[in-house]
């Protein structure tokens, strides 16, 4: 059948495929709270300018915290043709307290109704993730405090390149995390604006209060304009954005703890928790939860893209197209709060076999940056001349096949260039290179416990 609430204009019912394409009410029901939290706003603030009366609109704010109760409880019957939650409310609401529950339509459309529930899911939505990003930086920083002279090999082109500690490389991912953090401060910030009272498209010929409901509702303050308020979806757009910079972020650490965990690294070993076995290799435990966080990572990506395209084609103001929103938002925020978790949970289990990764640190020549910096700053060579000599001493031990600088005597050293001398040794070992890495920001035990307690400070 059709819709009883808005059928004064049509004879004949909708097709059924019309009413299944146009029915939000299952994904709708993720936002029931703040629908009635909307309508209870609304209701307030028409009684309050004397657009419908007070005894009206009480019998309306109960007939709301009833509905609640029932949607609450899971109790609450749908209906296709009802299409969305806008019209549930409002028709159970008419079940319950009659014909004043028509009232409450006055002065507003669902084009801002449903503009406003879904920044005010959207900012709920934010303030929970921010909450699980906190305790990933939380445990990344216990984790960086307590490896914070833990040597291991940094990389670059997945090549050895200097030696670094664990607590340096834990401590990047948590300024990645204190900038998705601040992506989604912003993202809020900008959304905390009341759609409410934009109505249609045009505003409304009614003496409301846009400011109340916007108070009423913890906005900062109602939307400028009414074409935007009920037009535009970028708040969810930014969201999904910074959702898919901090999942790529979340997947780098994923890929990591992948490779780290496998037999030829043995960095760290998988907690059991967050590991599973082979259905025929029953040696295995595979690292199943950080492989999904970096394939959840796709979705998020997915998500952010379909909303992107949905909206770039609209003339202003509402289309239809706007109802196709929330799917994306769903999908990303529930793939991002279970990737999120996985992820907190993995550092905090995190078990590091720091002699692997010692091993590791010193091979492929990793201290021959340290070796150049010392012919610069010892023997008086400019940094290219100290480079090439270096270059010579590592062919010389590749050639001798020694897999370290440390590793050569002196005269195999002065046979490549005579005015290396015998202190040269105090900087060829992994923990003196990386305890020499004293500029700001670098990887020596004590900058990385700085920066630690500077992010505690100003994160958590
Ligand atoms: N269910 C709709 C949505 O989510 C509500 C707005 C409907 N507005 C309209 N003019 N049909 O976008």
Redesign the pocket.
């Given at each position: 059948g059709r819709n009883p609430l808005i059928q004064g204009r049509f004879d004949g019912s909708p097709d059924s495929v019309m009413t299944a394409i146009n029915a939000?009410i299952d994904m709708?029901l993720r936002f029931w709270a703040e629908d009635i939290a909307g309508s209870k706003a609304h209701a307030r603030m028409l009684a309050k300018q004397g657009i419908i009366a007070a005894d009206s609109a009480e019998k309306i704010l109960a007939g709301l915290d009833t509905i609640a109760g029932e949607l609450a409880a899971g109790t609450f019957k749908t209906d296709p043709a009802l299409?969305?939650?806008?019209?549930h409310v409002e028709a159970r609401l008419a079940q319950l307290i009659g014909p004043e529950a028509g009232l409450l339509h006055t002065a507003r459309?669902?084009?801002d109704?449903?503009?406003t529930?879904?920044r005010l899911w959207v900012r709920n939505a934010i303030d929970r993730l921010d909450a699980e990003l906190a305790a990933f930086m939380a445990a990344l920083l216990d984790q960086a405090e307590a490896h914070a002279a833990t040597v291991m090999p940094g990389f670059t082109h997945l090549q050895t390149a200097q030696p670094v500690t664990l607590g340096h490389h834990l401590m990047a991912y948590v300024q990645m995390t204190a900038r998705d953090r601040g992506r989604l401060a912003d993202a809020r910030r900008r959304l905390n604006e009341s759609p409410l009272g934009a109505a249609?498209l045009a505003g409304t010929g009614f003496a409301i209060d846009r400011h109340a409901t916007a108070a009423d509702l913890g906005f900062d303050r109602p939307m400028a304009n009414a074409m935007d308020a009920v037009s535009d979806r970028d708040f969810a757009l930014e969201l999904l954005s910074a959702l898919a910079i901090a999942g790529g972020h979340l997947s780098r650490l994923a890929e990591e703890m992948v490779l780290w965990a496998s037999a030829p690294f043995s960095f760290i070993t998988l907690s059991e928790r967050f590991s599973t076995g082979s259905s025929i290799m029953p040696q295995k435990r595979n690292p199943d939860a950080a492989e999904l966080v970096r394939a959840k990572t796709g979705r998020l990506f997915g998500s952010l893209q379909a909303l992107l395209v949905a909206m770039k084609g609209l003339p202003l103001a509402?289309s239809?197209d706007?109802?196709?929103?929330?799917p994306p938002v769903f999908e990303a925020v529930d793939a991002f709060a279970l990737a999120i978790a996985a992820m907190t949970g993995q550092v905090r289990d995190l078990r590091v076999n720091p002699a692997r990764m010692r091993q590791e640190a010193g091979r492929g020549y990793s201290t021959a940056t340290d070796l150049a910096d010392w012919l610069v700053r010892e023997a008086g060579l400019t940094f290219r001349e100290a480079h090439h000599v270096t270059g010579r001493v590592v062919r010389l031990a590749e050639a001798e096949g020694l897999d370290s600088l440390a590793d050569l005597d002196l005269a195999a050293l002065q046979g490549v260039d005579a005015r290396i001398g015998p202190a040269v040794f105090d900087v060829l070992s992994v923990e003196a290179s990386v305890a020499s890495r004293q500029s700001l920001g670098g990887t020596a035990p004590e900058r990385v416990r700085e920066a630690a307690a500077a992010a505690r400070a100003a994160w958590l």
């Open positions: 939000s709708d299409e969305d939650i806008h019209m459309s669902r084009n109704q449903v503009a529930d879904f249609a509402y239809k706007m109802q196709e929103d929330k």
